[in-house]
């Protein structure tokens, strides 16, 4: 089912069970509720970076948004 192999470092391993064990919770869930937060994240800053890319392309300077403006 799994197309790869994830290998931690020992003390990734160590966290996992010291905190597997003192909140109750199996591992996989820890690693997919970490991995859905991590994805979230960078979600949210690919969208904050895609609003910032759109300002500044539709960003006009006073003299850009003006020039060649007939008002009539």
Known sequence: MNPFTITLKPDT???LL???ELLGKDIDTMI???????FEEEQRKLIEKG??????MTHLEYDEFWD????G
């Open 13 to 15: 391993v160590e966290n």
């Open 18 to 20: 010291a905190f597997s």
């Open 32 to 38: 997919e509720e970490a991995l859905m937060r991590y």
């Open 51 to 56: 609003i910032e890319e759109d300002a500044s």
């Open 68 to 71: 060649g403006l007939d008002i």
